[in-house]
């Protein structure tokens, strides 16, 4: 079974807004990432927040983590129209095997 | 830069095929995983190698096998392909270091 499921599986907002994305997993975890997948395409590593980490910040992106929730969040401000892609969250436990959630489909209208 | 490479964007096979998908990687990387990816089930993964001539199987890998003959290439190959395996397959490498996976632009396989 997946282990990072993401809410909400589609957002759509105006650019210039904020865009939040959830991620909420099972078991207990060494590290959480999120990946970008734009349409058609590979993905791209984000952001790495290690299990005893409760925020970090990359430009625009701010994560958070609450392990006593299972949970993550990825904010991205000030939403630009490039932003358009799927978001995904990935937890490893087994050692380098990352297991990845269903993913959030992000549009950015201009 | 960091870059993985897919032989194929997109490739159309029959039933009954063998079909082999190849993935190379600059990096020096010790790690190099295969998934497909399918709508609302994200990414599974298939296989995985940590080494040269050394292969692990993931959660799906009924109806491939792999080959990592050196450490820059990791093949993914359908000995019999069928409908089912019409997918997207992601390959990415890693640092045995660092959690963090490269990803290679895909290859859209569709068999009819």
């Known amino acids: 079974s997946q282990q990072g499921e993401e809410d909400p599986q589609a957002l759509s907002i105006q650019e210039g807004e904020n865009a939040t994305m959830n991620c909420s997993y099972k078991?207990?975890?060494?590290?959480l990432q999120w990946y970008r997948q734009n349409s058609g395409r590979g993905l791209v590593h984000l952001i790495l927040i290690r299990s005893n980490e409760r925020e970090k910040h990359s430009g625009r992106l701010r994560v958070t983590l609450d392990t006593s929730k299972k949970s993550s969040s990825l904010l991205i401000t000030a939403s630009r129209a490039a932003d358009t892609a799927s978001y995904f969250c990935?937890?490893?436990?087994?050692?380098?095997?990352?297991?990845f959630g269903a993913g959030t489909i992000l549009r950015v209208k201009s | 830069d960091v870059k993985v490479t897919q032989s194929s964007r997109y490739l159309v096979k029959r039933t009954g095929e063998k079909v082999f998908l190849e993935c190379v990687q600059d990096?020096?990387?010790?790690?190099m995983f295969w998934y497909r990816q399918d709508p609302g089930l994200g990414l599974r993964l298939i296989y995985f190698s940590y080494d040269v001539k050394m292969k692990e199987k993931g959660d799906i890998p009924e109806g491939y096998s792999v080959s990592r003959e050196k450490k820059e290439r990791f093949s993914l190959i359908l000995e019999s392909a069928s409908t089912n395996q019409t997918s997207m397959y992601l390959c990415a490498s890693e640092s045995g270091g660092a959690p963090t996976q490269y990803f290679g632009p895909g290859t859209r396989l569709l068999v009819l």
């Open positions: 990096m020096d990387h010790e790690n």
């Open positions: 990935a937890t490893d436990k087994y050692g380098n095997k990352l297991v």
């Open positions: 078991t207990s975890i060494n590290n």
